[in-house]
Nanobody, 125 residues
Framework: QVQLVESGGGSVQAGGSLRLSCAAS????????MAWFRQAPGKAREGVAV???????VYADSVKGRFTISKDNAKNTLYLQMNSLKPEDTAMYYC???????????????????WGQGTQVTVSS
């Protein structure tokens, strides 16, 4: 059974940094894509960043230049380094994994087969 477990969320002031981690277990084959999504209260879940099997990345325009997605295959762990945080980054952040991920849909939540439980990020002004 696939499990994705996020950690690293918390409360920071605007301009601060956080690093999220997602530990993956319970699968035999590599996922084609792993991603971070976020969802603020009353808003739809949105794709933040994606990394594929080869290490290619895609970012939402709202986080480009501030967030960096990476993975450590040896540790089966996905990361999201978040710098220059803004109050509008406040949300529940979710790790997700997809067995297939067409490049034009990589930031769409429907592509992803597995989800973590989420970790809260709160940025105060």
């Amino acid at each position: 059974q696939v499990q994705l477990v996020e950690s690293g969320g918390g409360s920071v002031q605007a301009g601060g940094s956080l690093r999220l981690s997602c530990a993956a277990s319970g699968y035999r084959d590599s996922f084609n894509c792993m991603a971070w999504f976020r969802q603020a209260p009353g808003k739809a879940r949105e794709g933040v960043a994606v990394i594929d099997r080869d290490g290619s990345t895609v970012y939402a325009d709202s986080v480009k230049g501030r967030f960096t997605i990476s993975k450590d295959n040896a540790k089966n762990t996905l990361y999201l380094q978040m710098n220059s945080l803004k109050p509008e980054d406040t949300a529940m952040y979710y790790c997700a994994a997809a067995r297939q991920c067409p490049w034009w849909l990589r930031l769409h939540p429907n592509v992803y087969n597995y989800w973590g439980q989420g970790t809260q990020v709160t940025v105060s002004s």
